[in-house]
């Protein structure tokens, strides 16, 4: 089956007074494995909902392969949804899960016969054919919700947090293994999380709610490395922010905030607005032993070691720096000691790790 | 005191021990013996040996023949129609937004406040050859309904009286599947009626199988509303005829209640099995229902004329009962032509005594009741006595006795027993309260049970702590904490006791003993009675109405409790 592609234009839904999705537009391409990520009650998982027909958009068009399907029912959409909880019917055998979509359909018995089969073969579960889900692992559970939706051969597949009910281990495990088959298969695909490290890891691109809005649509790599606003920054990794003020003066731009002080920024830069925030992850920051003077091109920090965390990898320090606390991950050589709480450090940020937020 | 908690609530003292003793003694004394006696006579011939040959004389006797087949009939019909009536009423209540939500709750308790054999007789005025509805049929379009003819009447009357027992357990299964459960089907192209069948029917089959199997039972067993109907081709009236025109000689009774109760046995045995058999476990994860859904204006309309019409039909004993006991005459018209009060007036002056003894017989046996299930929950629950369960288990046994094997099987068991100040027991009011106690016991103490379940046990630790002994923490923490579903079980006891006939027919042995469940049957059974027999049955439907309205509030007032900690 050649992959389709899905388009969101201008969506909107409300429950009563509360706006859940306001003005939501997203193109995702054929075959493409594409991440809704975003905290709880961001409205990902009812934008899922809304594209499998369970919840009807109130304004706005869902497209599938070009064509609106905004008043077709659930029932005739063909698009697969994987639940959370898998939603498997405990009373039916895994073989009679998988064959139900393809009994609705009304094909020929031997064609279901087979269709079940080749699904089963393909998420490894052939011989459980027999039991019944309350018999099987999670993993197992998961792998049967997986086959009861490819065996409809759906337009779309939908995972609605297909690994939030796994242990860590077979997390990551079946993260891999769930990118193999979405690769094999080029079945367009969404996938909602609230993990970022799942996204960043299974998807080609990613979108990022918050209070129903989209704050950032990009690849893994531009969400990491250009934010765009305060919210993607802090939930896609970790970050220093800090809202102050920039102004010029005859040696380059300097950085006003009440967290830090003023602050020498490198000549190269130049803000867009006089008021933003100023933004750089902890791993991008060079830590050193007391006073360090800043070399061509960094934003020098001075301060003292407020308290440290050893996280095998690498040592997360909080650095007191004026009134603020910045964040520092230095990672760790063998036999090395940390610094000790309370001895002064200073910070240097080379230019291009340093980001400007707009407020 | 060194004694860790655990160690307290270990030893077993030698009052636990008296007091497992004595209430094993009353469930012997007054279940296991009695219905032991039934099934030995059935077994014993002459001599006391063992045979078969009862059996094979019923089985001789057409009629017998015919009374089981029509039995079987009349319950699976029963179960049929009931499901009719009930499915749909459920589906509304559990998956659609919908104003009559309390109309259908009024329609799961209204048939049941109103004793079967009582509505039978109005249902006969209202329906039956010459009834109100045939009548207007008759004008109107020259036709009648055979709707109270024969069995046809019997499982009519049942059906409007038993449905609410899956409609209730119905709903409540329904709203327990997971919103994701149906999804996932729809995702998958089902819809409609196959959507129904196929996945949401099946997951709620728990509890509609719960329903299903009490429905059959309670009336395979029935006895009150063939009788008033005068159907007597079946089990129970049968056993009864046998019994009390025949004698307690007549083993032909007596193989009739062992297959009453093989039957019984069966029907919950089996729907254990059944929902054992599945495995529902992953079913009810989340603690989420689904989502209620708007109705359609045609959907509204088909929901509304169905309650309506379920409505009409469940409210009609009720406004049969009550015209007929404010009719002066009520034959060959669609309406009584004239109104009176004077049934009640006759109640007053002749029945009096039967009300007063209707509260003393249910008052004590519910007493006796929340008493022996405080104290069975307390020992199952809170003791580790070796063979406690056992307690439970006999209880349970109680809840698939027919009222009418346990009344035989009292006559036979206690005849000739005599009691200080009380005289012969099976002629006293004495009996009407062990009676009524002894079977509404497993409904008490499911309710005790799930009082104490409710307590933690570090509040009774904590008692000890400070240095209360066990009986003193039972009475000034366990039962106080108690309390609501203590009453709650009470309230229970007493309105299904009020309205008990089976047993009641047969353990009264004069007028004086009476209570008014058999008054009701006692004054339906002549023409002239008919009025006073509905005045009795009307203050019946008020007694019991209230009631239970009493022990909802109970309950609802005593749902979750601050003081209670988790269940351990």
């Known amino acids: 089956m050649t992959p389709v ?3 969101i234009e201008n969506v909107a839904l409300r429950f009563g007074a509360t706006e859940v999705l306001r003005d939501i537009n997203l193109a995702v391409a054929p075959g493409e494995f594409f991440a809704l990520l975003g905290p709880s009650g961001s409205g990902k998982s009812t934008l899922l909902r809304l594209i499998a027909g369970f919840n009807r958009n109130q304004s706005g068009r869902v497209l599938i392969a070009g064509r609106d399907v905004s008043g077709v029912p659930p029932w ?98 079946t993260r891999q293994q769930l990118k193999k088959l979405q690769r094999r298969l080029n079945i367009t695909t969404l996938f909602v999380t609230h993990d970022q490290e799942e996204a960043l890891t299974t998807c080609d691109r990613i979108a990022v709610l918050d209070q129903g809005v989209i704050q950032q649509v990009g690849t893994p790599l531009q969400l990491f490395d250009h934010p765009l606003n305060r919210f993607v920054a802090q939930f896609v990794g970790s970050v220093n922010l800090f809202a102050g003020r920039f102004s010029r003066d005859g040696s380059g731009l300097l950085f006003h905030s009440q967290a830090l002080g003023e602050v020498a920024l490198p000549a190269s830069l130049t803000a867009p607005d006089p008021h933003g925030e100023l933004a750089f992850r902890p791993h991008a920051v060079r830590l050193c032993a007391g006073d360090t003077p800043a070399a061509h091109e ?49 910070l240097l940020v080379p230019a291009p790790e340093i980001r400007f937020i707009a407020a | 005191m060194a004694l860790s908690p655990a160690h307290t609530t270990s030893r077993s003292g030698a009052g636990v021990v008296a007091l497992s003793l004595a209430l094993a003694a009353f469930l012997l004394a007054f279940l296991l013996v009695p219905v032991g006696t039934v099934v030995l006579t059935a077994f014993s011939n002459a001599q006391g040996g063992f045979t078969l040959a009862h059996f094979a004389a019923f089985a001789e006797i057409s009629l017998m023949r015919e009374s089981f087949g029509n039995s079987l009939y009349v319950a699976g019909t029963t179960v049929l129609c009931a499901t009719l009536l009930a499915v749909p009423l459920a589906y509304i209540t559990a998956r659609f937004q919908f104003r009559g939500a309390l109309l259908i709750q009024t329609l799961g308790v209204l048939p049941l406040i109103m004793p079967a054999f009582v509505g039978a007789a109005a249902m006969q005025l209202l329906f039956g050859r010459s009834g109100s509805v045939n009548l207007l049929l008759g004008e109107a379009f020259g036709v009648s309904l055979p709707l ?91 056993a009864y005829l046998r019994v009390t025109s025949i004698g307690l000689e007549d083993p032909i009774g007596y193989v009739i209640c062992v297959i009453l109760v093989l039957f019984s046995i069966a029907a919950m045995g089996g729907a254990w099995w059944f929902v054992q058999r599945r495995d529902f476990a992953i079913q009810s994860r989340g603690g989420v229902s689904a989502p209620k859904r708007r109705l359609t204006p045609a959907q509204s309309l088909l929901a509304y004329g169905w309650i309506v019409a379920v409505m009409l039909l469940v409210l009609s004993p009720h406004l049969g009962i009550l015209l007929l006991s404010l009719s002066k005459v009520w034959s060959f018209t669609v309406l009584p032509e004239q109104f009176t009060l004077a049934h009640y007036a006759t109640v007053f002056e002749d029945a009096s005594t039967m009300v007063w003894n209707t509260f003393l017989y249910c008052g004590l046996a519910a007493l006796l009741d929340v008493v022996l299930g405080t104290a069975i929950a307390y020992v199952v629950m809170r003791t580790q006595l070796p063979g406690r369960r056992l307690l439970d288990h006999m209880v349970t046994v109680a809840l698939a006795m027919p009222g009418l094997v346990l009344g035989i099987g009292y006559l036979r068991t206690f005849r000739g027993v005599e009691l200080p100040f009380i005289g012969p027991l099976t002629a006293s009011w004495l009996i009407f309260v062990i009676a009524y106690a002894v079977r509404r016991l497993p409904y008490a103490l499911r309710a005790c049970m799930a009082a104490l379940a409710q307590i933690h046990p570090s509040l009774e630790e904590a008692a000890h702590n400070l240095g209360a002994s066990r009986w003193r923490t039972i009475r000034r923490v366990v039962v106080p904490l108690m309390s609501g579903g203590i009453l709650a079980g009470f309230v229970t006891s007493f309105v299904t006791a009020a309205g008990e006939i089976s047993e009641t027919i047969l353990l009264t042995s004069r007028e004086s003993l009476a209570p008014m469940s058999y008054g009701i049957y006692l004054y339906m059974q002549s023409i002239a009675g008919r009025g006073p027999g509905a005045a009795l049955g009307v203050i019946a439907v008020l007694l019991i109405g209230v009631g239970t309205w009493l022990s909802h509030r109970v309950v609802a007032a005593h749902a979750p409790h601050d003081l209670k900690g988790a269940p351990p």
């Not at chain 1, 070691?305 to 991950?329: A, H, P």
């Open chain 1, 76 to 173: 005739k959409r063909n698009v697969g949804m994987v639940f959370q909880n898998y939603a498997l019917w405990p009373h039916m055998t895994v073989a009679q899960n998988v064959a139900f979509g393809l009994e609705e359909r009304r094909l020929p018995a031997a064609e279901i016969r087979r269709r079940v089969a080749e699904v089963l073969e393909l998420v490894e579960l052939a011989g459980l054919e027999q039991r019944r889900p309350g018999q099987l692992s999670g993993g197992q559970q998961q792998r049967v919700a997986i086959a009861r939706t490819l065996a409809i051969e759906p337009q779309l597949l939908l995972l609605d947090e297909p690994l939030s009910n796994l242990d860590a281990k077979l997390r990551l495990q």
């Open chain 1, 298 to 346: 960094q934003m020098r920090l001075a301060g003292v070691v407020q308290s440290q965390e050893f996280l095998g990898e690498f040592l997360r320090y909080q650095v007191r720096v004026g009134s603020g606390l910045v964040l520092v991950d230095q990672s760790h050589a063998r036999g090395e000691q940390p610094l000790p709480v309370g001895a002064p450090v200073t």
């Open chain 1, 5 to 7: 592609s899905l388009g």
């Open chain 2, 148 to 238: 109270m003819d024969g069995l046809a009447g019997v499982i009519f009357v049942e059906t409007l009286h038993y449905f609410p027992f899956i409609l209730l357990n119905l709903a409540a299964s329904l709203a327990s599947i997971e919103p994701a459960m149906e999804e996932a089907a729809q995702n998958l192209g089902s819809s409609g009626l196959r959507l129904f069948v196929r996945v949401v029917f099946p997951l709620a089959l728990p509890g509609y199988i719960a329903g299903a199997s009490l429905v059959f039972i309670k009336v395979f067993d029935d006895l009150g509303t063939p009788l008033v109907l005068n159907v007597t081709n079946m089990l129970a009236p049968q």
